[in-house]
């Protein structure tokens, strides 16, 4: 095994030691049973919503391509089951509208079997078909902010990437879904970090794990190739080093200039999982149909991995793991950056990495003024002064949180919401904040 | 002795000159650059409001001045100021008052806690904003009031009040249009209506009828009647809602909200609000349980 020395050890500044929670690490993935509906809104990525190519009625088989993408910043979507279309309208979302989804009832009889797909001659791909395979496959990132991966693997015009920098970093406690597919499907990761390489260009790729999985960096390095390209390093186990710039400075000590993407200083990131579903699915010519969720927390009966259908409703999900207690929150997502939802008739989207069953505080925490302690400041990863931009947020004076403290920086890990001993909610007044300037922005 | 008191005066002397030859430079230098800028503008930015609202579409008070000076606008575009004032403001120029037709912002949901119920408990930040950006606040109807108070807060007229149930209810006569609160608001709920706009449509649920129902008793349900009732091409459905059509506002009739099922389209007169007859009475003023 790989000793790390402690004083070396790979990491960013500031961020916070949450309590991990992982129980459900040594939990092999299992597969869920079809839920009897699905709901597949058509807006699962970030970016323009895919266009139905089926009508209510009509019978569709595990696999087939039910919605296509419409343009280059779009994703086509798959039906996870045999079955029949009942209905394209109107469904709740995780964020709160509605949204328009596609409704399939799945029939009674449906197989695992996929029963739609081409399969293309790997080796032959030029980079361009890759990324268009890739697409078709309807690939969005599944670290949890779903974008195209497509778009993400075709760095813009002018610049080189010389290094493919992987997720495997997991820093969110109770998800374990990462380190599970890293040990079950090596791989595939492999497989999928060879074809993005072909993509984009890169002549290295580097997984980034945080070093509470170090069997997960053995597991990798075991099965790179030997040529040495592709390796796995374990970084440290810190709260936000899962995100993109700490990731990147802890693996190669570029620090990502401000309002820029990471492709500027010649790196690419993805996560670990849509690399393992790249890797799966392009050479089988399947579309994502599934994905792998970890569902934890306390009032959890039946923690696990699970291999949830894209659509399986949050209710099914749960009543198939069990949980205790009636009155409770759930979080899609991570603890730390997941949201809670409010209906349990939202489904599992390609973003998923989580569902969370928590039980309900009895009494709300109470917030008190900020006592201007500074921990929110030691702790951001960022750099920024969470403080400042949460009194300004209480005073709605967000141009001069944009311009003088720079709140677009933020990536709302929840470092500083986490350490406030005041209890003030400073990520949800910063995502108030940004959404404003968004609008403000368009009008 | 006498060189100590040489120094003090000779640098006593030496400021003042200095002072002097600055102050010389000062004036010329007003002289020089003095810019001439109307005198009425000071005056009519006195009679103003100083509220700087926007209401009329200028950037702030003085802006409004100037153009009011200049007969780029009408005195009676400032909403905030009472008639009387406009006028004086009118007569000191010598200039037509104008007329403009009072706007009041109005909410388009009547979904108070005792009819629209509520699918989670939201126990975050205090703000509708805040709410909206955890799953959507928490109450069944996507698209409704989430009555925690973000225009009342934003209004500085004191115009918006939270009434009993969880709504704001604008008082017409303070309102004077700002649009503060259309920003304010989440959901887009709130616009602004001339007052001869009385013809209102509160819902603006988009999900079919059954759901819409379920999720909030006085909801549109989309049945179409109101635009049967009303006058060719007056309303017309869209998106599971009744739109109505203000370019022929003159067409409007308390006709069209009689055989409301739900009472979503409403008559508005001085701030009564009245419901159609066939509208289900609501007799409950207790907030809903929470639906699972």
Known sequence: MNFLPFFRRKTFARGIHPAGNKSTAGMPIRRMPFAPRMILPLAQHIGKPAVPIVRPGEEVVRGQPIARADGLMSLPLHAPADGVIEAIELKPSARGPWVNAIVLRVYEASTQEVRWATPPDVDALTPQEIVAAIQAAGIAGMGGAAFPAHVKLTPPKGTVIDTLIINGAECEPF?????????????????????????????????????????????????????????????????????????????????????????????????????????????????????????????????????????????????????????????????????????????????????????????????????????????????????????????????????????GECFECGSCSYVCPSHIPLVQQFRVAKGILKERAAA | MSEFWAGIILAGAFMAALGGALALFLALASRRLYVFEDPRIDAVENCLPHSNCGACGTAGCRNFAEQVVSGEIVPAKCSVNPPEMNAYIAGMLGVAMGEVEKQVARLACAGGHHVARMRAHYAGLQSCRGAAVVSGGGKDCAWGCLGLGDCEDVCDFDAIQMNGFGLPVVATDLCTACGDCVEACPKSLFSLQPIGHQLWMACKNQADGETAEAQCAVACTACGKCVADSPAGLMHMDGNLAVINYAHNSLTSIASIERCPTGAIVWLTDGQVTRGHAAKKIVRVTPLPLAV
């Open chain 1, 175 to 407: 998800l374990t879904c990462d380190h599970r597919v890293m040990l079950e499907y090596p791989q595939d990761v492999i497989r999928g970090i060879q074809l993005a390489m072909r993509a984009c260009g890169a002549p290295r790729a580097i997984i980034g794990i945080e070093d509470n999985k170090l069997d997960a960096v053995e597991m990798l390095n075991r099965h790179a190739p030997a040529d040495g390209r592709i390796r796995a390093e374990a970084v440290a186990t810190k709260y936000p080093q899962g995100a993109a710039e700490t990731l990147i400075y802890a693996l190669t000590g570029r620090e990502v200039p401000i309002g820029a993407r990471s492709s500027a200083v010649g790196v690419l990131m993805n996560n670990v999982m849509t690399m393992a579903y790249i890797g799966r699915l392009i050479p089988a010519g399947e579309g994502v149909i599934e994905r792998v969720v970890t569902v934890a927390g306390p009032s959890v009966v039946r923690p696990g991995n699970y291999l949830v259908s894209l659509g399986t409703p949050m209710r099914s999900l749960i009543e198939y793991a069990g949980a205790q207690g009636n009155e409770k929150q759930i979080i899609l997502g991570g603890p730390m950056m997941g949201e809670a939802v409010a209906s349990l008739d939202v489904p599992i989207v390609k973003g998923a990495s989580g569902v969370l069953v928590m039980p309900e505080r009895e009494i709300a925490r109470r917030v008190y003024p900020c006592i201007k302690c500074g921990e929110c400041v030691s702790v951001c990863p960022k750099g920024l002064n969470p403080s400042m931009l949460g009194m300004l947020a209480a005073r709605r004076e967000y141009d001069v949180m944009a311009e003088q403290f720079f709140i």
